[in-house]
């Protein structure tokens, strides 16, 4: 097949006159047009770096205004929710994914659904099958059957791989948490989305103490950050993402960097729950990977991968430390891919490359900087 667009984004630069020649999924030429182009460019499809399908249906619906807020509303919310609602939900939202061009997701699963709805939407990744043990903590062993259990229904819905993963440092007993990080497997975590982080690993203090305390939990500072503290239980590591990364200290940026830990970075989940916002002008200047995720509906609002790529340079630019868009295209693509710790071929427009293609249709556009200002998802078509 003859794939002649006007122009083809490869390692995020809309590169204009070019073809591809396509043969069972795999590209095996990129050439000058030997035609009349069509009026669409081509992009290797998004890859979703971090989400969380089974919250669609609590879109709009979660009021707080806060993360902690917002966090303790939903906890409650979710407990009230219908499993066969759930799974729809899940469903849903794997087919909005496809719709705004993701092919690619880092799932993170608590409930039933995920592994079914990436296997009905077509869509390939990994899923996180999420350890909390706040409610276990003395006692985690039972939970972690439990997790395991869910984890091997989703592999079997899924046919992709499953881990069982801690949500993040305090939702998760020591004894767990370090068992996951000594596992050498894959994990992603929730890792200083607030600054209640760091003020409970350091200093005992804040609202994560305070519950912690309400619950009749221990409170053990450690006297470092969140990230110094995951680092002592090995989970500062290759083979480990961080989601968000809002509330990054000095120094943790270097630990990150030394220990091959990726990010996954959500910015319009951030906005809206007030988190800081991200350091990820120097995220990437330290040679992190760092990819774009939808986080949830819960947070984000609408699944929209445009909408994720705007508010990612504008969170930029308003810190005065900017990202170009051509960095956030490659967020949303090659480099998101390269921020989940999964095995795979390498996500980019070049010969012998099988990554999808998804082709865009913005009027006039001439850069990727067009592309994310006009792009939306009804504007996508997959090749």
Known sequence: MIVRPYGVVIDGDLELGLELEVEEGRIVALRPHTGIPEPYVVSPAFVNAHSHFEYL????R??????WSWIRELTRMKADQNPDDVRAD???AGALNR??????????????GSGEAMAA????????????TLREYADPGQKLEQVLERAAR?????????YANPHAHHTVAPEPLRALGGSGHPLSIHVAETEHESQFTRYGEGPIADFYRLANLPVRPSGMSVVGTLALLGCVRKGVQFVHCCAIEDGDLELMAEGGVTVAHCPRSNRRLECPAAPVREMLDAGIPVGLGLDSAASSGPIDMFAEMREALATSHARGRPVSPQEVWRMATERGRESVPVPGEPWRIEPCSAVPLIAIQVPGASSVADLIAHGAPEQVAWL
């Open 121 to 132: 939407t077509g869509l390939d990744g990994v899923i996180f099958q999420e350890v909390i």
């Open 99 to 112: 719709a705004t061009g993701v092919a690619w997701v880092a799932e993170h699963s608590d409930r039933p």
């Open 57 to 60: 249906g609590l879109e709009g």
């Open 62 to 67: 979660v009021t707080g205004d806060d993360y």
């Open 90 to 92: 899940a469903l849903r």
């Open 154 to 162: 989703n592999r079997e819905a899924f046919g992709g791989p499953v």
